[in-house]
């Protein structure tokens, strides 16, 4: 079995002297972030729909009639889309919209299968949640300290990026399911399903 390497260029050492880096190791490295990322929406969606009693308790479980928006949504309290987030906590289409997002994010990304459409429904999310949050102010509309901590990068910005890199670097193809996934006919006549 070959193994390709990458060339790493170390300060002050002639190129005759570098080092090489498994290209392997790279890909189990993106693999790793991608299972890891997967496991985090998996577990967002357990925990909202049956209760698991870290950020949802049982009473509150979608499975017991809870909503998994309405809390989050009817406390926004900061930003353009204030109104209009509250007028979507609770709603059936999004809670249906948010639990399939998340299972659907989560399991994509953990079997490494259709990660350019995991990439934009994530980056879709997190703008949603991003702009829920509004990082940009200082303040929420009553004048209390939003509790920003930065203005542009947070963490749904993060995940937004992790998600489009590990599509990008077909992540799914290391300890995944890519492979397969991409020689399905239907996918390869639809390359945007990746």
């Given at each position: 079995?070959?193994?390709?390497?990458?060339?790493?260029?170390?300060?002050?050492?002639?190129?005759?002297?570098?080092?090489?880096?498994?290209?392997?190791?790279?890909?189990?490295?993106?693999?790793?972030?991608?299972?890891?990322?997967?496991?985090?929406?998996?577990?967002?969606?357990?925990?909202?729909?049956?209760?698991?009693?870290?950020?949802?308790?049982?009473?509150?479980?979608?499975?017991?009639?809870?909503?998994?928006?309405?809390?989050?949504?009817?406390?926004?309290?900061?930003?353009?889309?204030?109104?209009?987030?509250?007028?979507?906590?609770?709603?059936?289409?999004?809670?249906?919209?948010?639990?399939?997002?998340?299972?659907?994010?989560?399991?994509?990304?953990?079997?490494?299968?259709?990660?350019?459409?995991?990439?934009?429904?994530t980056a879709l999310m997190m703008l949603m949640m991003w702009a829920a949050e509004w990082p940009l102010a200082q303040h929420t509309s009553a004048g209390e300290p939003s509790g920003s901590t930065n203005p542009l990068i947070d963490y749904h910005v993060i995940y937004?990026?992790?998600?489009?890199?590990?599509?990008?670097?077909?992540?799914?193809?290391?300890?995944?399911?890519?492979?397969?996934?991409?020689?399905?006919?239907?996918?390869?006549?639809?390359?945007?399903?990746?």
């Open positions: 079995m070959s193994t390709k390497h990458i060339p790493v260029q170390s300060r002050g050492v002639s190129p005759s002297v570098q080092t090489a880096v498994p290209a392997d190791r790279a890909a189990r490295s993106l693999a790793v972030l991608r299972i890891v990322t997967g496991l985090t929406f998996l577990w967002a969606f357990l925990d909202k729909a049956f209760g698991l009693g870290y950020s949802t308790v049982s009473e509150r479980a979608w499975i017991n009639g809870g909503s998994p928006t309405k809390g989050f949504l009817s406390h926004v309290a900061v930003g353009p889309l204030e109104s209009t987030f509250h007028s979507w906590a609770g709603a059936a289409w999004a809670d249906w919209l948010f639990m399939i997002g998340l299972l659907a994010i989560g399991v994509a990304l953990v079997l490494g299968i259709g990660l350019r459409v995991a990439a934009v429904s937004a990026l992790v998600a489009i890199a590990l599509a990008y670097a077909a992540a799914g193809n290391t300890w995944g399911l890519g492979r397969m996934w991409a020689k399905l006919p239907f996918v390869q006549t639809n390359q945007w399903l990746r």
